[in-house]
């Protein structure tokens, strides 16, 4: 495909279950970026792979998120015992160059719901 | 601590109008501006980029003006159409700080016929 694509598009789990939430960035791309949109706000930023490499993980908010992108290609982001809180959608974008002024390219997002 | 900030959450404009989409940021080491475009159960899409070093930025319809002193900047898009329905988002990218961007919470324009 073209773009960047995610998967699952949505995902329903119980307080307390793990989820693995996977990105396919753009053939190429050297960067990948992880955000997490809550309700009515706008993407924060989570955390920055360039290559395989993890140079930035300030954004995520605790311990029990954890992404990696051992390749260099697909990423995958991991929250281990969800909590309510962790509901919104996590969007995956991924650019041509390092750094973040370059255009950066948006999957549709995992809608992650946590009951 | 809302270091970008879009202070209107909607925006109805008619169609062939001039809209303005607002924009207001805190840091002062943000050196780059982005706009981003979303509509419903998609990601957003990169419309127009502004650097620090410029005051305009223009392409076709849309056109994005940067007033560093305010520490404001807009979009505006002329004339406006029907699929300019969306949702708008304003971002800020410091090069010194963390590596991805840091958004406003978006303004839902719509273009009325």
């Known amino acids: 495909g073209a773009g960047v694509s995610q998967s699952p598009r949505y995902k329903v789990a119980k307080r307390g279950q793990d989820v693995a939430l996977r990105c396919d960035p753009i053939?190429?791309?050297?960067?990948l970026f992880w955000y997490q949109q809550a309700l009515g706000q706008g993407p924060e930023f989570l955390t920055y792979f360039q290559n395989e490499a993890q140079l930035d993980k300030s954004g995520l908010p605790s311990d029990r998120f954890f992404a990696e992108r051992p390749e260099g290609s697909v990423s995958t982001l991991k929250i281990q015992r969800t909590q309510q809180e962790d509901s919104a959608v996590y969007l995956c974008?991924?650019?041509?160059?390092?750094?973040?002024?370059?255009?950066?390219?948006f999957g549709p997002g995992t809608r992650l719901t946590v009951l | 601590d809302q270091q970008v900030k879009q202070n209107s959450p909607s925006l109805s404009v008619q169609e062939g109008r001039i809209s303005i989409l607002n924009c207001d940021y805190t840091?002062?080491?943000?050196?780059?501006f982005l706009w981003y475009k979303k509509y419903p159960a998609e990601g957003p899409t990169f419309l127009i980029s502004?650097?620090?070093?410029?005051d305009k930025n223009e392409d076709g319809r849309f056109t994005v003006f940067l007033n560093k002193s305010a520490k404001h900047l807009s979009l505006h898009i002329v004339p406006s159409q029907p699929g300019d329905s969306a949702v708008y988002f304003c971002a800020a990218y410091s090069g010194g700080g963390a590596d991805g961007l840091t958004f406003g919470k978006g303004t839902h324009l719509i273009i009325q016929p």
């Open positions: 502004i650097s620090s070093i410029k």
């Open positions: 840091n002062s080491m943000f050196d780059y």
């Open positions: 053939s190429g791309h050297v960067s």
């Open positions: 974008a991924s650019s041509t160059l390092a750094g973040g002024t370059n255009e950066q390219f």
